[in-house]
């Protein structure tokens, strides 16, 4: 069964902050994961891609622990622009077919 | 570069009409996702093709939807007869696939209201 639980939230932090999600799946043998974020009312856009060694970019780091199964994003310093909802994607299959499944999002709300 | 294109971006409709959604891909990807979004139920994946051959139709919610991928440039997602329980948005997405690999784009998304 292919199952992504994210924790709804919201996360309600200011400026400055330091915060982190979590994101649990069921098996999966992918290699990659994937954090998009969604603005309200547009389209979920790529944020990062994870992978066994985890991912940095600036303010933010992704982390895979495929023992305990569940991908984290860390968000430094949090800044106004960065509230949105953070989705995470999960590929289930296999033999070099594998179909994304998304988590129902957790939504950060960064305020002054 | 254009990014995902979806046509129409707004669509209102009465409950019993034919709706058709339509998407064209990145140039050169080779995987293209058709998704609903709901509040009660998340982002949901109704079909993906890969090289224009459906792979995985298991979303479909039931006979009324349709998808077809003529092209490489276009695919078209067809409800037949709508009902209010399909307001949702849809959106399009389309990928390189490479093993194990899917960053996806999505386009703007089409807002189906059905009165």
């Known amino acids: ?112 | 570069d254009a990014g995902v294109i979806q046509s129409p971006r707004h669509e209102v409709t009465e409950m019993g009409q034919e709706v058709t959604l339509r998407c064209k891909p990145i140039s050169g990807h080779n995987s293209l996702f058709w998704y609903r979004q709901t509040m009660m139920r998340g982002l949901e994946l109704l079909i993906y093709f890969n090289n224009n051959v459906p792979i995985d139709d298991s979303g479909m919610p039931e006979d009324r939807f349709s998808a077809k991928m003529p092209n490489a440039s276009f695919s078209t997602l067809k409800i037949q007869p709508s009902e209010p329980r399909d307001s949702a948005v849809y959106f399009c997405a389309s990928s390189l696939a490479g093993t194990g690999l899917y960053e996806q784009y999505f386009g703007p998304g089409t807002r189906l209201t059905v009165t």
């Open chain 1, 1 to 112: 069964r292919k199952e992504v639980e994210q924790d709804p939230g919201p996360f309600n932090v200011p400026e400055g902050a330091t915060v982190a999600f979590n994101c649990t799946y069921s098996n999966s043998a992918s290699q990659s994961f994937f954090w998009y974020r969604q603005d309200c009312r547009k389209e979920p856009k790529l944020l990062m891609s994870v992978y066994s060694s985890g991912n940095e970019d600036g303010r933010f780091t992704a982390q895979l622990n495929r023992a305990s199964q569940y991908i984290s994003l860390l968000i430094r310093d949090s800044k106004l622009s960065d509230s949105a909802t953070y989705l995470c994607v999960v590929p289930f299959g296999g033999g070099g077919s594998y179909i994304p499944t998304f988590g129902r999002g957790t939504s950060l709300i960064v305020h002054p």
